[in-house]
């Protein structure tokens, strides 16, 4: 994190009322949106959120695709939450979280304070940047973890992130691109070598999830159990080619699963069929898809 960010202790007024505003739909919102950015309100600011004893989220407002408030951060993906808590509660054993694209590690920490059964956070975070603050988010917390500046893939090797040519503005729209020097380290999870246990992976890499579960086949082998979380996003579709039917014939090739979307609680997918003529992209920009170890 920049020496030159001010870390403030809950959202300005001034954000907390613009985005009240845009929530509620009321005239002048996007107005007065327009004149703080030009008035640079945003810049160098950092929001530390608390949002129970022992977890705190610190948010990036000078990103534009970030400048939440508590609403917006306790109601971050909150489909994909509530879905993960629901399949997660049915066990009381331990479980531990393997975050690949990790960010700010939002989705962690929020599973952990809703899931007492979390026992470790393993998150993977190749942008130096948010890799910065998901440090300083784990740090605090009261659970054992270990974040890794590091992609996620098929190989180990190096890589780099590009913007693809629909989204020149967001960070988080950024997917891997081998390269033979330089950039951020990319693993495999089955290089993690881990034990049989209890597992919740997140895949959120941006066009990336088939060569991840294709590098974490022991992993999801030999876990006693474990569920698993894609996207599907028919942009990230149309630049890859890989339709994501294929990542969740994937993740049924290792072990039986379940497969549930979360924006519509439909748990009948046919892996014969492509997804988006399954779940065509009307309204919702992107879907999320839970699968669980049978």
């Known amino acids: 994190m920049a020496e030159d960010m001010i870390v403030l202790d809950g959202a300005p007024l001034l954000l907390s009322l613009v985005r009240f505003m845009m929530r509620h739909r009321i005239r002048g919102a996007w107005r007065l949106f327009e004149l703080l950015k030009r008035r640079e309100y945003f810049q160098r600011k950092i929001i530390r959120y608390e949002i129970k004893k022992g977890f705190s989220v610190h948010v990036p407002i000078y990103r534009p695709e970030r400048r939440w408030d508590r609403f917006d951060l306790l109601h971050y993906e909150r489909e994909l939450l509530d879905m993960l808590v629901d399949v997660a509660s049915t066990s009381n054993s331990p479980l531990t979280i393997v ?68 989204d020149n503005n967001y960070d988080q729209s950024r997917y891997l691109v081998p390269v033979t020097e330089g ?31 294709r590098g974490a086949r022991n992993t999801i082998a030999t876990a006693k159990s474990v569920i698993i979380t894609t996207e599907a996003h028919p942009r990230v579709f149309g630049r890859t080619g890989i339709d994501p039917i294929v990542v969740l014939r994937e993740i049924a090739a290792v072990r039986p699963f379940r497969f549930i979307v979360c924006e519509t609680g439909q748990s009948d997918l046919d ?21 669980c170890s049978n």
């Open 99 to 166: 975050d690949c694209g990790a960010d700010l590690g939002v989705i962690s920490i929020l599973l952990a304070v809703r899931l007492g059964r979390i026992s470790r956070i393993l998150a993977f975070e190749p942008n130096k940047e948010s890799f910065s603050l998901l440090q300083k988010n784990l740090s605090g917390i009261p659970i054992a973890h270990e974040a890794f500046q590091s992609a996620v893939s098929d190989f180990a090797g190096r890589g780099e992130l590009k913007n693809p040519d629909y």
């Open 271 to 291: 892996l014969s069929k492509p997804f988006f003529e399954q779940m065509p992209p009307n309204g919702a920009y992107n879907y999320n898809v839970v699968a």
């Open 183 to 213: 950039g951020f380290s990319v693993t495999t999870l089955d290089a993690l070598q881990l034990s049989p246990q209890d597992l919740l992976i997140k895949v959120d890499v941006e066009g990336g999830e088939l060569a991840v579960i």
